[in-house]
């Protein structure tokens, strides 16, 4: 139980092209969930925290007209990287919590963004 | 804010061997403080957590202790199998917090030599 996936695994895009990651919980529910950042070698970054059916709550530094996080529903949040640059290029990586249960939270797969 | 210090950054053993990481972390009302395993290319896998009214818990070949008085917890893995070299990520959080944000430490790359 608690399996969260992501879609693309990968993704190559064009410089000031957006693109869409999706992330799903696929047998809970997730009213709360979060997206990280990691570069190469270093910790997870927490982007920002996506909450289902409001606006999300991004960490300081973080652009969020660049960085849009939609949260439609219990099972999926989707994160966009918008008008995308070279030093956008990075694995990005969801998580989500059971809606009503700990703070555990589970992971999926990532993504690894290359902009050219 | 809280802060996750993690020790040491690479650990490599041989084989059969313990393999110990420490983290130690600032904020006294944390309460939640799970660790993770991220294989290369990989997102994190939560492989054992421990909450602030225990002192130790026991998943088969891996342990967390922790002491809340030093602000201080540890992952013991015995028993070391190639199988277990990944990164491994400690974190810190309020458990009931609005957010529930977790605090990482930076990782400690484990590798076990056959």
């Known amino acids: 139980g608690a399996v969260v996936s992501q879609h693309p695994s990968r993704v190559i895009c064009k410089s000031g092209t957006s693109v869409k990651i999706e992330c799903r919980s696929l047998?809970?529910?997730?009213?709360?969930m979060f997206w990280y950042r990691q570069f190469p070698k270093k910790s997870l970054m927490l982007m920002a925290t996506?909450?289902?059916?409001?606006?999300?709550?991004?960490e300081q530094g973080v652009e969020k007209d660049k960085f849009l996080i939609n949260h439609a529903s219990l099972t999926l949040s989707t994160l966009t990287v918008t008008s995308a640059h070279p030093e956008d290029s990075s694995f990005y990586i969801c998580s989500a919590r059971v809606t009503g249960g700990t703070d555990t939270q589970y992971f999926g797969p990532g993504t690894r963004l290359t902009v050219l | 804010g809280e802060n996750v210090e993690q020790h040491p950054s690479t650990l490599s053993v041989q084989e059969g061997d313990s393999a110990v990481i420490k983290c130690t972390y600032s904020?006294?009302?944390?309460?939640?403080f799970p660790w993770y395993k991220q294989e290369l290319g990989k997102g994190p896998q939560l492989i054992i957590d421990?909450?602030?009214?225990?002192g130790e818990k026991k998943d088969q070949r891996i342990a967390v202790t922790l002491n809340k008085t030093a602000k201080h917890f540890s992952l013991h893995i015995t028993e070391t199998q190639p199988e277990d070299s990944a990164v491994y990520f400690c974190?810190?959080?309020?458990?009931?917090?609005?957010?529930?944000?977790?605090?990482f430490g930076k990782g400690t790359k484990l590798s076990v030599k056959p």
């Open positions: 904020d006294s009302a944390s309460n939640y």
């Open positions: 996506s909450n289902e059916g409001s606006k999300a709550t991004y």
């Open positions: 421990i909450r602030s009214n225990v």
């Open positions: 974190a810190a959080s309020r458990y009931g917090g609005s957010q529930g944000n977790l605090i």
């Open positions: 047998d809970f529910q997730a009213t709360t």
